[in-house]
């Protein structure tokens, strides 16, 4: 069970990863490209990246987006391993659970943003992240293992983070006095999140049916179909 757990976790990972980048190239790095302009411009010049620069830029954006897959690939294959329950529909549906965890919900506290764009300090919106992110998981388990009262506790659960960092105005949403700039950054909120549902949906499904398929037992020599 280990090894079909992790071995599906890595190959799909793998495969949803590869095509989360090129997601990225074809939809937000041309926004980021854009929108780096505006942040030179802004700011004094800072010393060269190596990682900021071609070629070496797309590998590191390469190797981070499989990583994350294969992570995100290793919490989906767990879930089936814990509850039984596999196939490309089902992977398909914890898929769309994890995009609304680990990116719809986030994305009302901590929205992405391009470069440029006035945010607040980072550890202030990692902490942001990790608590809305929690909050959605403890929000699917009431709503799915509870019932009545158990089910609004859920729903409250989803609205506690965007009322205590934006209602109560904790977190400062990303700003900029630049109108181009506010319209790169809401198409990029926009990609972005459009291209991180699709690479859910594909890690989802392959590593439904890739568990589903390692499961099966395979038929015994001689047997007459």
């Not at 041309?30 to 802004?42: G, R, S, V």
């Not at 070496?56 to 992570?71: E, P, W």
Request: glycine share 10%; aromatic share 10%.
């Amino acid at each position: 069970m280990v090894f079909r757990t992790v071995s599906t976790a890595l190959v799909a990972g793998f495969l949803a990863g590869l095509c989360l980048f090129v997601i990225q190239r074809s939809s937000t790095l041309p926004l980021i490209l854009a929108a780096e302009t505006y942040e030179k411009d802004a700011t004094v010049e800072a010393p060269s990246d190596a990682f900021a620069k071609e070629p070496m830029r797309s590998i590191a954006t390469l190797l981070g987006d499989v990583f994350v897959a294969m992570s995100f690939g290793l919490i989906l294959t767990g879930i089936y391993a814990v509850t039984g329950r596999d196939g490309w529909l089902y992977g398909l549906l914890c898929g769309l659970l994890g995009f609304a965890t680990f990116h719809l919900a986030p994305s009302m506290v901590v929205p992405p943003a391009v470069p440029g764009m006035e945010v607040a300090p980072l550890a202030l919106r990692q902490i942001a992240w990790w608590v809305t992110a929690a909050s959605a998981v403890i929000g699917f388990i009431l709503l799915f293992n509870l019932t009545g009262l158990g089910k609004l506790a859920g729903v409250l659960f989803f609205i506690l983070p965007t009322a205590i960092y934006r209602v109560l105005s904790v977190l400062p949403a990303p700003g900029t006095p630049s109108h181009s700039l506010a319209l790169l950054d809401r198409a990029f909120v926009m990609r972005t999140l459009g291209g991180m549902f699709a690479f859910w949906v594909i890690l989802g499904a392959i590593s439904g049916c890739l568990f589903a398929r390692a499961g099966r037992k395979p038929a015994p020599m001689g047997a007459v179909g």
